[in-house]
């Protein structure tokens, strides 16, 4: 649970950023190329490090395509955030992701028959939250 806060803390400023270099580059490819490159030698250096240490084990690329997608839509996110993070903010833009998540697990949960009307109610108050939220970021 902790690390999971600490990456979501952690994803505040890096939606800031993104939206600060599009704003200075006046560019949207300019700043998810960047955060892919980075994320890139990042996970490549962690897989290097963990393979000599012999933490892991290489043994191969996975075979199946749909694997390879993440990255696909990793890019398109990072795209998105970074055409939208100036006009609505960071506090809105994570508020909304997190919406996006709850949406995406209650529809998850409705596929697989584990879904109350409890944790629907729970995902609409979430989206009421975002709107208030949006409505009184464009109140100065």
């Known amino acids: 649970m902790v690390l ?8 505040a400023p890096q939606l800031g950023i993104t939206g600060t270099v599009r704003s200075h580059a006046q560019d949207l ?5 960047l955060n892919f490159v980075v994320g890139f030698i990042i996970l490549a250096a962690a897989a290097l490090i963990s393979s000599a240490a012999d933490w892991v084990e290489f043994t191969g690329f996975p075979r199946g395509w749909w694997l390879y997608l993440g990255g696909v839509i990793g890019v398109i996110y990072l795209f998105l955030v970074a055409s939208v993070v100036r006009t609505i903010r960071v506090f809105v833009l994570s ?3 997190v919406g996006g998540q709850l949406l995406g697990s209650l529809i998850f949960d409705l596929a697989s028959g584990r879904a109350s009307w409890i944790l629907a109610i729970g995902a609409a108050l979430a989206f009421v939250d975002i709107t208030v939220a949006h409505l009184g970021s464009r109140v100065r």
């Not at 490819?29 to 190329?33: E, Y």
Request: charged share 0%.
């Open 95 to 97: 508020l909304a992701l």
């Open 29 to 33: 490819i300019g700043p998810s190329l």
């Open 4 to 11: 999971s806060v600490a990456v979501g803390f952690l994803l």
